[in-house]
């Protein structure tokens, strides 16, 4: 009986080690919940978007490590960019200030277009086809579009070059935003269709087709 209630008490202890809170959990509780603002926000679910990066925020907020802080508010600037919103990334602006991160700021000036692109330190996904567009060269970047495979990655490195897009790749950008329940995006990228075809009916169509998506029956 002793044996029994010693090994039960064993057991409990060793449950209760498996199951402790790891000490960053504040850093995992962050990024998920930007993963759920990057869906709800490109899916035009606004409140709910709203309060998930204030949730995110809220949970970098809790070190003075501010690297995770500062990938919030450069992804915030990204998903606004990747739709057609101006944002010149004031708050990533000045937490960046305060730290030293060279893959931070060759994304930054990847989607501000502030300067030529930090190829070397920019995430691999994207390296080729920001080389393309430091030299102009837009057919092959727009050839490496295609070749990065996350969706939103994909749809935010074609905004970037949305005016030397052809027609054909906006809209697959159009089809990929769709498939995906994006909204936000495929409002996004029907205005920059609009904006390319000649065809009268062509724009009247693609008018309707953005009224219906706005409307709130």
């Not at 090994?7 to 209760?16: G, K």
């Not at 277009?113 to 330190?121: A, G, H, L, Q, R």
Request: charged content about 25%.
């Amino acid at each position: 009986m002793i044996k029994a209630i010693f090994l039960t008490i064993c057991i409990l202890l060793l449950s209760a080690c498996s199951f402790k809170s790891p000490p960053n959990q504040w850093q995992y509780k962050s990024t998920a919940a930007f993963e759920s603002y990057t869906k709800n926000f490109l899916s035009s679910e606004d409140a709910l978007a709203k309060n998930d990066l204030s949730r995110a925020i809220k949970h970098a907020k809790h070190s003075a490590n501010l690297k995770t802080l500062a990938r919030v508010y450069l992804g915030e600037c990204a998903l606004n960019i990747s739709v057609g919103i101006d944002d010149n990334c004031n708050s990533y602006k000045e937490v960046a200030a305060l730290i030293d991160d060279k893959s931070l700021d060759a994304y930054f000036t990847f989607i501000t277009s502030k300067s030529s692109i930090e190829v070397e330190n920019l995430n691999k996904i994207y390296k080729n086809f920001a080389s393309f567009v430091n030299v102009k060269d837009f057919d092959n970047a727009q050839k490496e579009i295609f070749k990065i495979t996350k969706p939103t990655s994909k749809l935010l490195a074609a905004s970037l070059i949305k005016d030397k897009l052809s027609i054909q790749t906006v809209d697959e950008m159009i089809n990929i935003a769709s498939f995906n329940g994006y909204k936000k995006s495929v409002l996004f990228w029907l205005n920059v269709k609009k904006t390319k075809v000649t065809d009268a009916d062509e724009i009247e169509s693609i008018s309707k087709t953005i009224s219906i998506l706005n409307s709130k029956d």
